[in-house]
């Protein structure tokens, strides 16, 4: 189960050109905007990557404008950690829960989960954060990201998690957030 203090989120490639080709963008960006307000609050560090920024664009503004800049890493190996710099800060951070989301889910989403796997992480897919341009390439993404190991959560199951009770101090503002 989840924890705050354990806990780290990271974003894959939720750019300008990937998420409008996604088949379930507006989904993604609701809930991927969930998170990263609700990491916030919780005072969760929040990494993020950019697959080739110059020909895909940017990390779109709804999620942009909540993560330090520092914390978003260029890469153009599918897994996320190829980039050495992301890998080093993951290590650094010793969180060893990573609550990982983004574009496309059976390729970077997916091959960033199975070599954090490999490294001992625990890796907590939110599946309707993430997506892909067809439904079809997306549920095979899930279904191999758990077959190896992950856990498949959805936005709201990861956060009451995270909160465990009603009397968590930061409650109602998570919970305003799903509203």
Do not use: W
């Amino acid at each position: 189960m989840l924890n705050i203090e354990n806990s780290l989120v990271l974003i894959i490639d939720i750019q300008e050109k990937l998420l409008n080709a996604a088949f379930n963008k507006e989904q993604i960006l609701k809930n991927s905007s969930i998170i990263v307000s609700a990491a916030n609050i919780l005072d969760i560090p929040i990494l993020a990557t950019e697959q080739y920024p110059k020909g895909l664009g940017n990390t779109v503004s709804d999620i942009n404008k909540n993560i330090k800049k520092e914390n978003i890493y260029e890469k153009s190996s599918f897994s996320a950690l190829d980039n050495d710099e992301l890998k080093n800060r993951l290590a650094g951070l010793n969180k060893n829960q990573i609550i990982l989301f983004g574009i496309e889910t059976h390729i970077c989403v997916n091959q960033t989960a199975q070599a954090l796997i490999k490294q001992g992480y625990n890796v907590y897919m939110i599946s309707n954060a993430s997506g892909s341009r067809f439904e079809s390439e997306h549920l095979a993404g899930i279904n191999r990201i758990e077959k190896c190991g992950g856990n498949i959560l959805t936005t709201e199951i990861a956060l009451f998690e995270l909160l465990k009770t009603a009397a968590h101090p930061n409650f109602k503002a998570v919970q305003n957030l799903i509203k």
